[in-house]
């Protein structure tokens, strides 16, 4: 009988360990994803000319270092660097942050975090290079400019519609940057404005159901003017990639302060998210909940998955599991052939499927150079997660 005991023990420990497994294999995909970035960096000689997507008839769609996403390849060839050590990466990361370098003075954006940060601080994690701190410390000068303390909130667009201080839900994702330069400089009015906006959002951005408007208009008081949306189906409507930049946002914001009310708003947008009918089968989101069958968003699918996996650190029991377990099949998903591109295929972006734009007729069913961006970061969050390593991720650090 101990003979059996013992062989049904080490058994049970077999099967144990192999649903214990990793899903992805992590170092194959970034591997493939350097090799793509390889390829990526050969076709872009020109750091004026930033990666994007690709136009409707296939060709590459670059932009200039004003546009908001001018800062997710250097950030991502900074995180490659961070995986791999070695240097040609952190060569190519430090020549494309400083494309970016005179958008810190650049006050016509609420999108700095996107476009200075990420780069920047990503760089200066891993460098300590004084002048990225400098660049850092003012670009954060820049995005308090948008603040009106009447409001409470950072301004997002100049103008929408007939409406003068739209604010868009996507502002949260700046807010680590303000918390991170009082933590830098020492000045409390960079976190006091980031924990401000992120209440006033809190309080105006939501429905019942824990959902997201895309756009919540001001007036001079403060007061709610319109809740309408831009990129999303209908004003009423879940376009996904919002609810993936206010799951990602509040959960940063849980992180930077600690606050439960941050924690517990991010955990009901997932929950919202995770139990919604439209989501479909591989978890991966139409490009809006209230358009299954159409496009799917495979941007926002990775900033949910990033998300997640960061969330479930913060969370206890029953949903820690159901958020790990969400956000790994997440990334199993964007690692198949249904999303993850091919060595040498559309013009070396690592995924397919995104939907940046739809309403606009832009960027449909195409690349985003941002839905690579967080699933590299998502890869990097799950092979920490299975080395049972702690990672502290660039938004963190002094």
Known sequence: M???????????????GAYSQPKVDVDAQLKLAMQQYELMLAEHPDTKKFPQSIWPDGSLRDMSSDWWTSGFFGATLWYLHRYSN????????????????????????????????????????QTGDENYKKILLQGANSLSTRFDPARGV????????????????DNLMNLDYLTWATRVSGDKKYRNIAIKHADVTLKNHFRPDHSSYHVVCYGPNGEVEARKTHQGAADESAWARGQAWAVYGYTMMYRETKKKRYLKKAQAIADFLLSHPNLPSDKIPWWDFSRPGEERDASAGAIISSALFELSDYT?????????????????????????????????????????????????????????????????????????KKISFFHQQP
């Open 2 to 16: 101990s003979r059996v005991f013992v062989f049904l023990a080490a058994l049970q420990l077999i099967v144990c």
């Open 86 to 125: 070695d240097p040609k990466w952190k060569d190519a990361a430090q020549k494309w942050t400083m494309a970016v370098e005179k958008e810190q003075y650049n006050t016509t954006t609420h999108d700095l975090g996107f476009m200075v940060f990420y780069p920047f601080a990503n760089g200066y994690y």
């Open 154 to 169: 950072i301004k997002s667009w100049d103008k929408f519609q007939n409406f003068e201080y739209p604010v868009i839900v």
């Open 316 to 388: 206890k029991g029953k949903k820690k599991k159901t958020y790990f377990g969400a956000a790994e099949d997440m990334l199993v998903s964007l690692s198949s052939d249904a999303y993850r591109t091919k060595l040498g295929e559309i013009h070396n972006f690592m995924l397919k499927h995104s939907t940046g734009h739809k309403p606009g007729n832009s960027e449909i069913d195409v690349p985003l150079i941002y839905a690579d961006y967080y699933y590299v970061e998502a890869l990097l969050r799950y092979k920490a997660k299975n080395e049972k």
